[in-house]
Nanobody
Framework: QVQLVQSGGGLVEVGGSLRLSCAASGRTLRPATMGWFRQAPGKEREFVAA????????YYADAVKGRFTISRDNAKNTMYLQMNSLKPEDTAVYYCATNYGSPGYRIPNMYDYWGQGTQVTVSS
């Protein structure tokens, strides 16, 4: 079992920055793929970013590429999502998740464990 506890998020103005954290307990994050997803009201949960354990190359949705950065601190069993140049369309509940070996890092159903979600609101 893995427990993922998220922190960060909140209200920010357009162009601002936020950092989300996701701390894991109960099981090491090795060799999990770490992922971030988001869900806006009335929409399906969508892929934001993923960072496989190996080879450690990050993947991003086109909508956030160049603005968001996913990272992990293995010593702290924690992953992060740094969000810069935020736009109103980034407003959503953001979820972290871990995938212990299933293919398809963009697919929510391939992930085993999920954080509780955190609201990000970008005001214009």
């Amino acid at each position: 079992q893995v427990q993922l506890v998220q922190s960060g998020g909140g209200l920010v103005e357009v162009g601002g920055s936020l950092r989300l954290s996701c701390a894991a307990s109960g099981r090491t994050l090795r060799p999990a793929t770490m992922g971030w997803f988001r869900q806006a009201p009335g929409k399906e949960r969508e892929f934001v970013a993923a960072l496989p354990w190996s080879p450690g190359i990050a993947y991003y949705a086109d909508a956030v590429k160049g603005r968001f950065t996913i990272s992990r601190d293995n010593a702290k069993n924690t992953m992060y999502l740094q969000m810069n140049s935020l736009k109103p369309e980034d407003t959503a509940v953001y979820y972290c998740a871990t995938n212990y070996g299933s293919p398809g890092y963009r697919i929510p159903n391939m992930y085993d464990y999920w954080g509780q979600g955190t609201q990000v609101t970008v005001s214009s």
